[in-house]
């Protein structure tokens, strides 16, 4: 094993400036992908969206996805060889596009379905998902993705340093108003990330038994449905301000 591989905890201030894409906002900006997710890798079958997957050469592998996406990876990629060279020279691609859920679940749909999203190997080592620990390599490129606004999958609730995914301060810059159509506080069937961990948290504290993965799914939604029944609320599952204001977050 090398330097590089090696696994240390995941550094503090990390995706500063940096904040995950919701699939509310892909959907409102791009549409769907496809009409339906498993957890399989699967085609894009949105014919405008077909229009916008290439494939290039970013530097140290050749990458398939969202043609901006690819575009500002290679950029990140340039900045990674000329501060970086012993990772640069040992990253390798483990998938780019690919049409599926997140990973453990039935209703998020993974940013890699929009080809906004890369995993990376250092070394030929797959980064493990959710054991808290990230390889040494990926902590020394992770704030040059930051600087170039993607967001650093070891911040999710579950870790996950292997995924690196265009921010959505990135998304705005090239998509302006156009993709900032969701309010920042509320939250829907698909939405992962430390906001949904937080609710998940507070409904457990009231007796509900989730899982906090950060993930919005059909069991939160569930809770947060029946939270809203019983406190004179709309049961729609959507976490607005007054679902947050009676849940005293």
């Known amino acids: 094993m090398s330097n590089l591989t090696k696994l240390v905890p995941v550094p503090a201030g990390i995706n500063m400036g940096a904040n995950g894409t919701r699939n509310s906002l892909m959907l409102a900006t791009f549409g769907n992908p496809r009409g339906w997710y498993d957890q399989t890798c699967r085609e894009v079958t949105h014919p405008q969206m077909r229009t916008r997957m290439v494939t290039d050469d970013v530097g140290p592998f050749r990458a398939t996805g969202f043609d901006k996406a690819v575009a500002s ?3 990140v990629m340039r900045d990674i060889k000329a501060e970086q060279r012993a990772v640069y020279d040992v990253l390798g691609n483990a998938g780019m596009l690919c049409c599926r859920n997140v990973r453990g679940s039935t209703t998020a749909i993974s940013n890699h379905s929009w080809g906004t999203a890369i995993d990376l190997t250092v070394d030929g080592v ?3 998902r959710g054991n808290g620990k990230v390889q040494v390599g990926l902590t020394l490129i992770a704030p040059i993705f930051n600087r170039h606004l993607w967001y650093w999958g070891a911040g999710f609730p579950t870790e996950d340093g292997m995924h690196f995914e265009v921010s959505k301060q990135l998304l705005e810059s090239w998509e302006g108003s156009n993709a900032n159509t969701m309010p920042d506080n509320e939250l829907v069937t698909g939405d992962r990330g430390e906001k949904v961990a937080v609710l998940q948290r507070r409904l457990n504290a009231l007796g509900e038994s989730l899982e906090v993965d950060g993930i919005f799914g ?4 569930a809770a ?4 809203q029944a019983a406190n004179g609320l709309k049961a729609d ?7 947050w ?5």
């Not at 947060?224 to 939270?227: D, G, M, P, T």
């Open 218 to 221: 059909t069991g939160t939604r």
């Open 73 to 75: 990876l290679t950029a």
């Open 245 to 249: 204001a009676k849940l005293g977050v």
């Open 237 to 243: 599952g959507v976490v607005g301000p007054k679902t």
């Open 126 to 128: 797959l980064d493990a």
């Open 224 to 227: 947060v449905v029946a939270f």
